[in-house]
């Protein structure tokens, strides 16, 4: 499979807890982008990275948030001491040059 | 700041019938726009991306147009099937590698 892979699918946890989420890319892309999407809505843009470099965060991504592609391949978004507003899809996608292919988003419902 | 729109929100329309997806950005200096197919519960799956400079982009059944000066952008899709019911986003970027705006979506219902 080439496509931008993401794990887990879905996550329950209470409010409070930590929580991590993966995202592999497609090989050789050098950018990678996280996205928020609740129900109803588009997604929202959360960061992104250019190789290991992290270029970009939105107002979006509180201090509870955050986000590492240690060595330019894969990348994790975690999230500290979880609150209900929490609770959304969170999509990954990457690109070599303009496009961007998106991966199949992890659901996240915090309790 | 840009924002992306997308109207209707919901749609619904016999099969067989040709389909017109409207987006609308406020800020016409964008690099390029991307429409994305989406299923419940599913990520996104891309469509078409058509560069600032180009009017248009046709794949299969679909065509998309470009009017960045107007700041809009139509999707077609050609004789509805059932298999077309799903969500169809827009999104735009500022520059090269950038970060997408998306729109809300418009929900597409095709009856059999």
């Known amino acids: 499979d080439t496509g931008v892979s993401q794990d887990p699918r879905h996550k329950i946890t209470k409010r409070g807890q930590n929580v991590t989420f993966r995202c592999d890319p497609i090989s050789e892309h050098n950018r990678l982008y996280w996205y928020r999407q609740t129900l109803g809505q588009g997604p929202e843009f959360l960061t992104y990275f250019q190789n290991e470099a992290q270029l970009e965060k939105s107002r979006l991504l509180s201090d509870r948030f955050s986000a590492e592609r240690p060595k330019g391949s894969f990348s994790t978004l975690e999230i500290q001491r979880t609150e209900q507003g929490d609770s959304a899809m969170y999509l990954c996608?990457?690109?070599?040059?303009?496009?961007?292919?998106f991966g199949p988003g992890t659901r996240l419902t915090v309790t | 700041k840009q924002e992306v729109t997308q109207i209707p929100a919901a749609l619904s329309v016999p099969e067989g019938e040709n389909l017109v997806l409207n987006c609308s950005f406020t800020?016409?200096?964008?690099?390029?726009l991307q429409w994305f197919r989406q299923d419940p519960g599913k990520g996104l799956t891309s469509l078409l991306l058509?560069?600032?400079?180009?009017r248009e982009q046709t794949s299969g059944r679909l065509n998309a147009s470009l009017d960045k000066s107007s700041g809009r952008s139509t999707l077609y899709i050609a004789a509805s099937q059932p298999g077309d019911s799903a969500t169809y986003l827009c999104?735009?970027?500022?520059?090269?590698?950038?970060?997408?705006?998306f729109g809300g979506g418009t929900r597409v219902l095709v009856k059999p």
């Open positions: 996608a990457s690109s070599l040059n303009n496009e961007q292919y």
């Open positions: 999104a735009v970027s500022g520059a090269a590698g950038n970060k997408l705006t």
């Open positions: 800020d016409s200096a964008i690099y390029n």
């Open positions: 058509i560069q600032s400079s180009q």
